[in-house]
């Protein structure tokens, strides 16, 4: 019998259990991708089995990798250049990481700016000024730490550089069963602005903010994932995200997003409330060799300060799934490959 845990930064995050019976029998068998699935066991992780490889084996672990990267702060408009991101994971679940963004080309001097900006903080629409400025951007410089204190509860605590408009302290607990449809998650965040020149320092901003969320997902089938997140924003404003997503075998993902907050039209500018597309795409895709990091654009008709979100690297939800119901159900095919 075979008992695969898959581990995430640190957490286990289901059990596959396979007997190697199934595996022989089956190998030469018509449809074996569909007859193994129905043979095997998906459960809880559980705790890591005595005897096997102990953390000294495995950490500490380094990985850096140099790609390419495109930055749209309007449709049409922004900048590209190269990210050297890095990561070194000291132990299971502690990881310090961080990446550094090369500006190469750009077209930022044919973005006129509007007259008139939102009545909100700007939290959002100075992102002119850090495109101009940060040529050479820290884009993130994080210590992350994961753990999983009860089965089917897994947390996050990251600290430090978190984006490149804002530093602090993100926190986040996910409830999601390995054969549920459904998650529950809720974030916790206190964060400043950063100087928009992408150095460490936080520049002339006298401007901090607590904000959350508490977040719904929901797997509709057939590649169609719901979000829904409530809670306070970045300007300070109070309201909802409601997402839908597509997501392709090939593990591209396109879907669209609208927020509505308490800020009021007049409040908020032209555009009257934050909404746009988003696209992912896995970079063994691009590359043709195994990789589980992605690439993540947005797209905005207009980035202002209402409904403006933190954006963290390694939300919990999108790192977990890979391994649960579902998503593992469209990969039974390769076993045998």
């Known amino acids: 019998v075979f008992e695969i845990v898959p581990v995430v930064r640190g957490m286990g995050t289901s059990k596959v259990t396979i007997r190697r019976s199934d595996l022989e029998q089956l190998e030469h068998v018509a449809a074996n991708d569909a007859r193994l699935r129905e043979a095997v066991t998906i459960g809880e992780a559980g705790p890591a089995p005595a005897g096997g490889m102990g953390p000294g ?10 790609a390419p990267a495109i930055r749209i702060s309007d449709p049409l408009r922004g900048d590209l250049g190269l990210r050297l991101s890095a990561s070194y994971e000291l132990r299971p679940g502690l990881i310090f990481s961080g990446a550094v963004y090369q500006r190469l080309a750009d077209n930022f001097d044919k973005i006129k700016r509007p007259k008139e900006g939102s009545l909100l903080p700007p939290v959002r629409s100075d992102v002119h000024d850090y495109n101009v400025n940060g040529g050479t951007s820290i884009d993130r410089l994080t210590l992350a730490w994961y753990t999983k204190p009860a089965a089917n509860v897994y947390t996050r605590l990251t600290f430090g550089y978190l984006e490149r408009m804002h530093a602090g302290v993100s926190g986040e607990v996910l409830w999601k069963p390995v054969d549920s449809r459904i998650a529950l998650g809720l974030e916790l965040n206190y964060t400043k602005q950063r100087d928009t020149d992408g150095g460490l320092g936080l520049g002339d901003y006298d401007y901090g903010i607590a904000t959350g969320h508490v977040s719904a997902y929901y797997d509709f089938g057939n590649g169609f994932l719901g979000q829904l997140d409530v809670g306070r924003y970045l300007a300070g404003d109070v309201g909802a995200t409601l997402t839908l997503d597509r997501e392709f075998a090939n593990g591209v993902k396109v879907g669209a997003f609208a927020t509505f907050t308490s800020a009021s039209a007049e409040e ?8 746009g597309i988003r696209l992912t795409i896995p970079m063994n895709w691009v590359l043709g060799q195994p990789s589980r990091n992605e690439m993540v654009q947005t797209i905005r008709p207009l980035q202002r300060d209402g409904g403006a979100r933190l954006e963290v690297d390694g939300r919990l939800y999108d790192i977990i799934r890979d391994y649960h119901l579902g998503r593992l159900d469209s990969q039974w095919g390769r076993v045998w490959r």
């Open 268 to 275: 908020f500018g032209e555009g009257s409330f934050d909404k």
């Open 57 to 66: 084996d495995i950490y500490p672990k380094f990985t850096w990798r140099v």
